[in-house]
């Protein structure tokens, strides 16, 4: 598999499922364990409003290098078609630019950036609350 040459819902799709399980396990490493009060805990991390706004903050940091803003734009600028009428259209394509650079990292097996990325995350939705 050459990652160079997958398209963003490729790279969408394996960076959401990572990022759903880093979230995860950092609420349970928070102590909670009602399942209804975890639900709502990772919900605040892994909805398109929380993508957008760690974009927001990775763009004010300018955090990114080339390739990662070219991988962001890759996940962004594929056409997704969704029928969901809860979500807005600029939120959900940002936040398949930000679930498409997660998978790039993650096959890349780039752990230590991945890391730091996902921790600049957590702080910034912990720090919006």
């Known amino acids: 598999m050459n990652i160079e040459l997958l398209n963003g819902a490729n790279l969408a799709f394996i960076g959401d499922a ?39 903050k990775i763009s004010e940091n300018n955090i990114l ?16 078609k969704s029928n969901r009428k809860n979500i807005n259209p600029i939120e959900y394509a940002i936040s398949s630019g930000f679930e498409s650079l997660i998978g790039y990292l993650y096959l890349k097996e780039d752990f230590s950036r991945l890391d730091d990325l996902l921790k600049f995350a957590i702080e910034v939705i912990e720090n919006n609350e």
């Open 18 to 56: 990572y990022y759903e399980l880093y979230i995860r396990k950092y609420c349970l490493n928070k102590g909670i364990t009602n399942q209804k009060e975890l639900h709502k805990e990772c919900v605040k991390f892994v909805s398109a409003h929380a993508h957008a706004l760690i974009y927001e």
């Open 65 to 80: 290098n080339d390739m990662e803003k070219n991988i962001f734009k890759r996940g962004r600028n594929h056409h997704f």
